[in-house]
């Protein structure tokens, strides 16, 4: 099985900071890589695909990058609506391991 | 607008069985691959099964091979997954999420499976 692991796993930041949050995968999984927001008590909603495709409607201060084991997410200018838990996911091959999470907290 | 809804969540002790149902509109179901994806209190997303759109291909993850089984119906836009033998650990919100290929979406809102004496 493909293990992916985020860091950090929590991040304290503020309105406005550049934030970028790094996903790494046991093996090369090309860029078979999404990436998820999900707010407390919510289904989690897809932000990236492809690794670095954005989502139809999901603001552009959010951008993906990476290839083969190194990926990461990036918000260029963190918004009040932007404090939430963020996962990567797999999708090279099943199962369809996602990252531990990265909590974006208010700093 | 596209929708995936669940229901049969409940409280279920251990050793015991629960059938978690999904409905789906807005697209059309027997296009798609359909996945079950849990998320335990307070903890991450855990990828649960896969059924292709022909139910030709079935996936489970390790923790729960051999004790849940995934089907569908195309008929009636439905995906389900009986759970069996549930144990303490099986406690989760259990989301239905449609596959198209790079990423899941849309998810269903979840339903929370509880399993304790």
């Known amino acids: 099985d493909i293990q992916m692991t985020q860091s950090p796993s929590t991040l304290s930041a503020s309105v406005g900071d550049r934030v970028t949050i790094t996903c790494r995968a046991s093996?090369?999984?090309?860029?078979?890589l999404a990436w998820y927001q999900q707010k407390p008590g919510k289904a989690p909603k897809v932000l990236i695909y492809?690794?670095?495709s954005l989502e139809s409607g999901v603001p552009s201060r959010f951008s993906g990058s990476g290839s083969g084991t190194e990926f990461t997410l990036t918000i260029s200018s963190l918004q009040p609506d932007d404090f939430a838990t963020y996962y990567c996911?797999?999708?090279?091959?099943?199962?369809?391991?996602f990252g531990q999470g990265t909590k974006v907290e208010i700093k | 607008e596209m929708q995936l809804v669940e229901s049969g969540g409940g409280l279920v002790q251990p050793g015991g069985s629960l059938r978690l149902s999904c409905a789906a509109s807005?697209?059309?179901?027997?296009?798609?691959?359909m996945n079950w994806v849990r998320q335990a209190p307070g903890k991450g997303l855990e990828w649960v099964s896969y059924?292709?759109?022909?139910?030709?291909?079935?996936y489970y993850a390790d923790s729960v091979k051999g004790r849940f089984t995934i089907s569908r119906d195309n008929t009636k836009n439905s995906l389900y997954l009986q759970m069996n033998s549930l144990r303490a650990e099986d406690t989760a919100v259990y989301y239905c999420?449609?596959?198209?290929?790079?990423?899941?979406?849309?998810w269903g809102q979840g339903t929370l499976v509880t399993v304790s004496s």
């Open positions: 093996q090369s999984i090309s860029s078979w």
């Open positions: 996911q797999q999708y090279n091959s099943y199962p369809r391991t």
């Open positions: 807005g697209f059309t179901f027997s296009n798609y691959g």
């Open positions: 999420a449609r596959d198209i290929g790079v990423e899941f979406d849309p």
């Open positions: 059924i292709s759109s022909s139910s030709s291909t079935i």
């Open positions: 492809k690794a670095s």
